[in-house]
């Protein structure tokens, strides 16, 4: 009897242990969510071009480009503006900028008069930007001459 009794205690708190867990058990979500606003960020070491004039009696400025690169997370656009003149003898010519802009499956241009370049959302843009200033015919002054050209990327 002591031997049944045993038995039937053994299995009664295996039973209870096994079943127990399981019998209080709960689960429970957590959700996350949120939103990624469409950004891009320009190279943080852009190379400035310079500006020089093709001789003594030269009436524009032009000189070798510049070079940045430019990344975006979603699908944007990329404009140039017409250079803006910092530092020197005033220029009353015509000022232009262009830009050409590579990468993996991107190769465009643009002037600061043309149609905007779609950036390829990922995709590290690199862009050259060159820039001339005339001077409507007159030679260019002895100076030292300064143009800052504004890209805008826009989501």
Do not use: H, W
């Not at 205690?9 to 019998?23: D, E, F, K, Q, Y």
């Not at 803006?84 to 465009?108: E, F, N």
């Not at 260019?140 to 050209?149: H, K, L, N």
């Amino acid at each position: 009897m002591i031997r049944r009794f045993l038995l039937a205690s053994a299995l009664l708190i295996t039973g209870t242990i096994v079943a127990a867990p399981s019998a209080f058990a709960v689960d429970g979500d957590v959700t996350f969510s949120g939103i990624v606003s469409g950004t891009c960020v320009f190279g943080s070491t852009p190379v400035a071009g310079s500006i020089t004039t093709s001789g003594a009696n030269a009436t524009s400025l032009s000189g070798t480009s510049a070079t940045t690169d430019v990344t975006c997370n979603s699908p944007a656009s990329l404009s140039v503006a017409a250079p803006v003149q910092d530092l020197g003898s005033i220029l009353t010519g015509t000022k232009t900028s262009s830009v050409a802009a590579s990468g993996t499956t991107l190769s465009a241009n643009t002037t600061d008069t043309g149609t905007a370049i779609t950036l390829v959302t990922g995709e590290k843009a690199n862009l050259t930007v060159a820039m001339t200033a005339g001077n409507s015919g007159n030679i260019i002054p002895a100076d030292t001459y300064a143009y800052t050209v504004t890209l805008t990327a826009t989501p």
